[in-house]
């Protein structure tokens, strides 16, 4: 399934080193706005030591992890949502995008120019939100008096957009995301299909320097308060020094492991990253492994088997008879398929079967 992430953020927070630490794809990067003119596009590996594990066992020839394609958009400025700077490109490119990784700076330095002359995260995300909000706010507006008429002959599908729009409207108009809007099933298929902005998961990434003064390490009040924005909001966020894994994106993983180290980083920020997004889009990993490839297959949580089965191929979904399963733990503990199938590891599952993270998985149509 494809997968695609938006990296959205003002002007110079790093949103373009971030990329280029992520995808290793080489992108304009200066000191000044709208470096990123274009959207850059890549394909990121998620990561999962499991997937080696099964290789070695299995004899695998290839490995296929799952991934995620990252886009780097535009940086956003104020007014973008009436087409300010490159507000239009902007809206249009994040639209297409099934999650937003919002980016904000929380380190000082006076040598890389913040698009307003100060550093306050807290303030850049209002920015940035109310934009996003703004942009949809019109599309709410646009369809609710479209749908009106339909509602008022009584069309029953008309009722619930043209009610849950109602409430959306003034929902918006007070700033707020529409994903924080409580909604009921029939209602979420409805706007759904408004492609909304603010519907999509996001996920805040903070980006720090080394040897810079730093937010999060000074516990200055600018951070409380952004952490306090994160909690209050329920909104999840990952600390990353975009700077550092740029430079470090060539370099061997020992030789990053002693890098990181030596600046007292606690692991890769990166891989710390592309995992939130992962699990922001509600996703999981099933494997299949054999001589001829280990791949880790994404599907949603709490897919059953045939869904499952429909990430290798569509017929697999229909023609789904059965699967044989065993958990990456017991795999690993037996040493193979062999020896869990003679110590009742290897179970037998039926349609109803609710696929588990990890799951290694053969199926029989």
Request: with cysteine; net charge negative; hydrophobic share 40%.
């Amino acid at each position: 399934m494809s997968l695609s992430v938006g990296i959205v953020g003002l002007p110079n927070v790093g949103k373009s080193t971030l990329f280029t630490a992520l995808t290793k794809n080489e992108v304009l990067i200066a000191n000044y706005p709208f470096a990123t003119i274009d959207p850059s596009v890549g394909v990121v590996a998620v990561p999962d030591g499991r997937l080696a594990s099964l290789a070695a066992i299995s004899g695998t020839a290839t490995i296929i992890p799952a991934v995620v394609e990252f886009v780097d958009i535009a940086g956003l400025v104020a007014g973008a949502a009436s087409g300010e700077g490159l507000g239009n490109k902007f809206l249009a490119n994040i639209r297409e995008t099934d999650m937003i990784a919002e980016v904000v700076r929380i380190f000082e330095d006076s040598e890389v120019h913040h698009v307003s002359a100060e550093i306050d995260p807290l303030s850049d995300i209002e920015v940035i939100n109310l934009e996003l909000i703004l942009a949809d706010a019109e599309t709410v507006e646009k369809r609710l008096n479209n749908v009106e008429r339909d509602a008022k002959r009584g069309d029953k599908e008309a009722v619930v957009e043209r009610d849950v729009l109602a409430r959306l409207k003034p929902h918006l108009a007070g700033g707020n995301l529409a994903n924080a809007l409580p909604m009921t099933e029939d209602e979420l298929k409805v706007v759904k299909g408004l492609h909304l902005l603010t519907m999509k998961p996001f996920l805040y990434v903070c980006n720090k320097k080394t040897d810079a003064f730093n937010l999060d390490d000074q516990n200055d009040d600018r951070w409380i308060k952004l952490v306090e924005f994160f909690e209050r909001t329920n909104a999840e966020y990952v600390v990353v020094d975009a700077g550092m894994e740029h430079e470090l994106r060539d370099l061997s993983n020992e030789e990053k492991n002693d890098f990181r180290r030596e600046y007292g980083a606690q692991g890769s920020g990166v891989e710390s990253l592309i995992r939130a997004c992962y699990n922001r889009l509600g996703l999981m990993s099933y494997f299949t492994t054999g001589e001829k490839e280990t791949r880790a297959w994404t599907v949603p949580i709490s897919s059953t088997g045939p869904k499952a089965a429909a990430a290798i191929h569509t017929d697999f979904e229909k023609k789904y008879i059965r699967a044989q399963v065993v958990t990456f733990d017991d795999f690993v503990e037996c040493n193979g398929l062999a020896r869990a199938r003679t110590e009742g590891k290897l179970r037998t599952e039926g349609k109803d079967y609710i696929v588990k993270d990890g799951d290694v998985i053969e199926f029989l149509i």
